[in-house]
């Protein structure tokens, strides 16, 4: 078999997923079947008759099968809060080997505590190119290997905090599998296509589409040759102590942004190909431990609950803004978000910015000019290299931060362009989707971001790229007039 062409993205040239006029909730490379609902309660057998009915744990299962509860909150949390699942299996996970400590990914962190001499405070501004995958020629790199900690805040052995990280893979895992100790993992797809096992069944990822997959769940991650022939990249935000939550909709009443129906959940699928002995890498505390067992960990002929890996296709989107005058703020493109202690404080927002149109009137249309108690993190999925002039390096792949109160805001031609600009409703964000991190946490930087990917641009954000905006009050003669009439000029 020849190098294989990636095929065109569905996406890339949509304004919205109701563009492709599509009668499946998935696109056409994803041949598996799903679930849709946020939140809701989910069930799935493989075979009929493989899940118990009116009870959780029979004397004797379905076909011989064990069962099994994974509790993803505590025993008595609300009914509201409370995650928890069964599933029904040939062997329970149990049935392994005993832990050992191996190799630790050396780019991967975990601990954010100052003073830590591992991790570095920000001032104000960073950007990173788009990160390299790494080349097939080099070895293999996998999933467990290919993941590089940007930066974060906390710790996850007291469940406060959270860590950015990308990856770049070269490799799927043959007879290996993966389980995080730590926290959950929101995986966004950017380069590649992703055929992702879980126990709960399988989610194909492509380029803006997300998952999320829980603490403690043991899945795998194997490239679709097709559509990756450099490999695949992306980035995984990782929280510690909380769970991803659809946002409160308030005043817009019962829909929109990302509506609970399109997000999707697997369905029981049992490994029942695979041969030989498998190896479950646990991250635990950021360091890895290995076990290994004579069978497949992805036997579960059927489930039932609610913590449960999921995934959402970011062009089903439904995005809102005002239809009169002034911009509105950001949190108005909040996909998911992920509370904190603080109640009034989110842990991390994941924002959007995709195809929408801009009609307000009267109004300064580009961000205004902010500097914001939150931290921000925004990287390209797909779409040009340059956009908006904060950074002159933000391709697809790349990314650029801004620390808690970092004045900041549009500096290129668009900023003073806008203000006189001939205000018609107009397309923005065409062919191009992005995201953003919105934390009330100022984070702390790995090494590896800051010096050994090699792939920092900046520490800041060059003086100079402020200097195309002018003082046009010291030039307003009207201004100077009323400041020279009271003595001030
Ligand atoms: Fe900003």
Redesign the pocket.
């Known amino acids: 078999m020849g190098e294989a062409t990636p095929q065109p993205l569905f996406n890339t040239k949509k304004f919205h997923w109701t563009d492709a006029k599509s009668k499946s909730v998935t696109r056409p490379e994803d041949p598996y079947k799903y679930l849709a609902g946020f939140g809701n309660e989910h069930q799935s057998e493989f075979i009929p008759g493989a899940l118990p009915i009116g009870q959780n744990s029979p004397q004797l299962c379905p076909y011989e099968l064990y069962a099994e509860q994974i509790t993803g909150t505590s025993f008595a949390a609300t009914r509201a809060t409370s995650m928890r699942n069964f599933l029904y299996r040939r062997r329970p996970a149990c049935v392994h080997g005993k832990f050992t400590k191996i190799d630790d990914n050396p780019s991967v962190e975990a601990s954010f505590l100052n003073p830590s001499l591992e991790v570095h405070n920000v001032p104000s501004q960073l950007s990173w190119s788009a990160f390299k995958i790494p080349d097939k020629a080099g070895g293999a790199v996998d999933f467990t290997m290919g993941i590089h900690t940007l930066g974060g805040s906390g710790q996850p052995n007291i469940r406060e905090g959270l860590a950015y990280h990308i990856f770049a893979i070269n490799s799927g895992m043959p007879n290996k599998a993966f389980v995080n100790i730590d926290g959950d993992f929101l995986v966004v797809a950017q380069e590649g296509h992703l055929d992702i096992t879980t126990e709960f069944g399988h989610i194909y990822l492509q380029p803006s589409e997300i998952c999320v997959i829980q603490q403690g769940v043991r899945f795998k991650v194997d490239l679709v040759e097709q559509h990756s022939p450099k490999g695949a990249r992306g980035y995984i935000i990782e929280t510690w102590g909380t769970k991803w939550e659809l946002p409160e909709l308030g005043p817009l009443g019962g829909y929109g942004l990302a509506n609970a129906r399109d997000f999707l959940f697997p369905t029981a699928d049992i490994d029942t190909c695979s041969t030989g002995g498998w190896s479950i890498i646990s991250k635990q505390g950021g360091k890895y431990y290995s076990t290994s067992q004579n069978h497949t960990p992805f036997d579960v002929v059927a489930w039932h609950g609610n913590y449960i890996p999921y995934k959402y296709d970011l062009t089903k989107f439904v995005y809102h803004n005002t239809v009169s005058v002034d911009h509105t703020d950001?949190c108005i493109n909040t996909v998911l978000t992920a509370k904190s202690r603080d109640i009034h404080a989110p842990l991390c927002d994941f924002l959007i910015f995709g195809p929408r149109w801009d009609v307000a009137e009267q109004t300064f249309r580009p961000?205004y000019f902010?500097r914001?108690c939150a931290s921000?993190f925004l990287a390209r999925i797909y779409g040009p290299d340059k956009v908006g002039g904060?950074s002159e390096v933000f391709a697809p792949g790349g990314a650029s931060y801004?620390a808690s109160f970092t004045p900041?805001?549009n500096a290129d031609e668009r900023t003073v362009g806008a203000m006189y600009a001939d205000m018609k409703a107009m397309r923005v964000g065409e062919n191009q989707l992005t995201f953003?991190l919105e934390s009330c946490r100022s984070l702390l930087f790995t090494a590896w971001a800051l010096k050994d990917s090699g792939h920092l641009v900046a520490e800041d954000i060059p003086e100079s790229i402020w200097d195309t905006l002018p003082d046009r009050f010291g030039k307003n003669e009207e201004a100077m007039a009323l400041l020279k009439a009271m003595g001030r000029a």
């Open positions: 950001p961000p902010h914001n921000e904060r801004e900041h805001g953003m």
